[in-house]
């Protein structure tokens, strides 16, 4: 399994932009699926997008589609959310996750039982 790592996250007003990263360990990264997830206050966690292992796939909530971007760079065992038009309600701690298995082929909208890793969390506020 990999093990993540996510710096980042902040305070950003409505309508700004914020990038967060996941940083991995381990010399398997590029084997794994990727993903975002988040979770609202009294809210549970949801899926926000995913990513194939090798960047070719992509797949996105409805209700971040079209505003937010999920890359990867492999050669630096990282993974980016680039989220653009950001709204009050996309305010929420983000994990990022690696998928259960190596080369997994599912890209979403994946549950907790496609989850093999998590990272620890970071906050992302949007004021209105």
């Known amino acids: 399994q990999v093990q993540l790592v996510e710096p980042g996250g902040g305070l950003v007003q409505a309508g700004g932009s914020l990038r967060l990263s996941c940083a991995a360990s381990?010399?398997?990264?590029?084997?794994?699926?990727m993903s975002w997830f988040r979770q609202a206050p009294g809210k549970e966690r949801e899926f926000v997008t995913a990513?194939?292992?090798?960047?070719?796939?992509?797949n996105y909530a409805d209700s971040v589609k079209g505003r937010f971007l999920i890359d990867r760079d492999n050669a630096k065992n990282t993974m980016f959310l680039q989220m653009n038009s950001l709204k009050p309600e996309d305010t929420a701690v983000y994990y990022c996750?690696?998928?259960?298995?190596?080369?997994?082929?599912?890209?979403?909208?994946?549950?907790?039982?496609?989850?093999?890793?998590w990272g620890q969390g970071t906050q992302v506020t949007v004021s209105s």
């Open positions: 996750a690696a998928a259960s298995t190596p080369y997994y082929t599912y890209y979403g909208p994946w549950t907790n039982a496609d989850v093999g890793s």
């Open positions: 381990g010399r398997t990264f590029s084997s794994y699926a």
């Open positions: 990513i194939s292992w090798s960047g070719a796939y992509r």
